[in-house]
């Protein structure tokens, strides 16, 4: 089933295409059951189908409201919401929805979305009580780049836990379930990585480079914890990338496809074309897809990613993603430039705040692999911080777990069905020995135990505005 994601690539009937566009998704599903039924179908088109069944009834779960119950979600959160600017929000892209036989229906997550990317909402939301405005002064990241610049080289130690629960209604009769929780690479930024304790009774630890570095468990749950204890150092070195230094020998490695999502369609050949220009330094033509990203490409929780079936395009005609959906992009935009350019996500992983977190590396000689958060990059724009802004193009800061280097890649113990997430690791996945295992039967929650190492540390005030 993991192979099979590259037939995303493969396009759809057209009698697909129709019912799914109108939101008739129990037709979308007959029509894929005749035509698989066709003993002479292709194969490849046969596993495209099987994987457009799996979409669409995930998309269904992430869009539950209709207009009237958005409506009132974001009238209870901001105040009164005239006809006009409800249109507005609709046409501008800031509120994400699909239709359901024909009828509007809103992202589960798209308030939160709102109060993250426009400042006039919060504050509304703010004045009646229902959320909190961010302290814009100086915060930990600010700092921690000052330090960083002064002293070349930050070292922080981290000694974390990760832990998975399932719920007690997803429990079935004692049945085992297999179960993985990344762990930090040791490559790259990560040193001296120690698996310290696992409480599941089976369990395995990838190789300390997996591409995607998980500990595989399995365990009955409600009688066994599925939890791992481990530590691990991030070296953060400052470098400021000089284009005169730039050497004519540059290296061809991850400068390749890899579908369904890093490829080199007609749009994006010519996106690149423009933003690149003439430009012949692969520094300088690293930056300015840096420099469009950050500027044109909209900050927006996304939907599952399973559920976009060519992810940078997707981006680059819509003009918004997440901090995920913004790495592919780059990576792409380079790598159709000449530019070798890599994935690496994992946690951001600040005192008092853990989440998922993705961004990318590119290759110029002589520096070698430099680092790219485009995401963090958008939001020092939104926040009016250039020096925040031009630290994220080539370097990153410490406060990271990086558990995968390549993006769509199997784990060292393979699953036996799809995961929920197939081409990153971060919440982990689980599943039965049988059947897949739902994400919103399980929960992953992970601890920072002890952080230290960094004097901007000591100088970190909770609430203040990190990203």
């Not at 790598?335 to 890599?342: C, E, H, Q, S």
Request: proline share 8%; with cysteine.
């Amino acid at each position: 089933m993991f192979e099979d994601l590259q037939c995303l690539s493969v396009p759809l009937p057209e009698a697909v295409v129709k019912a799914k566009g109108y939101g008739d998704y129990e037709l979308v599903e007959k029509l894929i059951d005749r035509k698989c039924a066709d003993p002479a179908l292709p194969d490849v088109l046969r596993k495209r189908l099987c994987l457009e069944k799996i979409i669409c009834r995930q998309i269904v779960k992430e869009y539950p409201y209709d207009d009237a119950q958005a409506r009132e979600q974001l009238q209870n959160k901001i105040g009164p919401v005239s006809d006009e600017e409800w249109e507005d929000l609709i046409l501008s892209g800031q509120i994400d929805w699909i239709y359901l036989k024909g009828v509007r229906h809103y992202q589960d997550c798209f308030v939160s979305n709102l109060m993250k990317t426009r400042r006039d909402l919060l504050d509304r939301a703010a004045a009646l009580g229902t959320a909190e405005r961010p302290n814009d002064g100086p915060g930990l990241l600010d700092e921690t780049i000052r330090e960083l610049k002064q002293k070349g080289e930050l070292t922080v130690h981290y000694h974390m836990r990760s832990a998975m629960t399932v719920t007690p209604e997803a429990q079935d009769a004692g049945k085992p379930v297999r179960a993985w929780l990344p762990l930090p690479i040791e490559y790259a930024q990560v040193k001296n990585v120690k698996v310290l304790c696992c409480t599941a009774p089976e369990y395995e630890i990838s190789p300390p480079d997996h591409p995607q570095r998980t500990v595989f468990m399995r365990g009955v749950p409600g009688k066994d914890v599925f939890s791992v204890e481990y530590s691990f150092d991030i070296c953060a070195r400052y470098v400021e990338p000089d284009p005169a230094r730039v050497t004519a020998w540059q290296p061809a490695f991850y400068t390749e496809e890899s579908l369904p999502h890093i490829r080199f369609t007609p749009y994006l050949r010519m996106l690149t074309a423009e933003i690149v220009g003439q430009e012949t330094n692969p520094l300088l033509k690293a930056k300015k897809i840096y420099d469009y990203i950050t500027h044109h490409i909209r900050y927006s929780f996304m939907r599952a990613y399973i559920t976009m079936p060519m992810i940078p395009e997707f981006a680059a005609a819509g003009g918004k993603g997440d901090c995920g959906v913004q790495a592919l992009l780059f990576i792409t935009l380079c790598r159709i430039a000449g530019v070798p350019a890599r994935w690496q996500s994992g946690l951001a992983v600040e005192p008092g705040d853990v989440g998922c977190h993705d961004w990318a590396q590119f290759y110029v000689a002589p520096y070698g692999w430099l680092f790219c958060d485009c995401s963090y990059g958008g939001g020092a724009l939104r926040k009016n911080k250039p020096e925040r802004w031009s630290f994220y193009f080539g370097n990153l800061d410490p406060y990271r777990l990086p558990a995968n280097s390549e993006y769509q890649h199997d784990f060292a113990v393979a699953p036996r069905f799809l995961r929920y997430d197939p081409y990153d690791s971060q919440l982990g996945e689980a599943e039965f020995e049988d059947k897949p295992l739902p994400r919103g039967c399980r929960s992953t929650h992970h601890e920072i135990l002890e952080i230290s190492g960094a004097d901007a540390l000591k100088q970190f005030a909770p609430g203040q505005d990190k990203d």
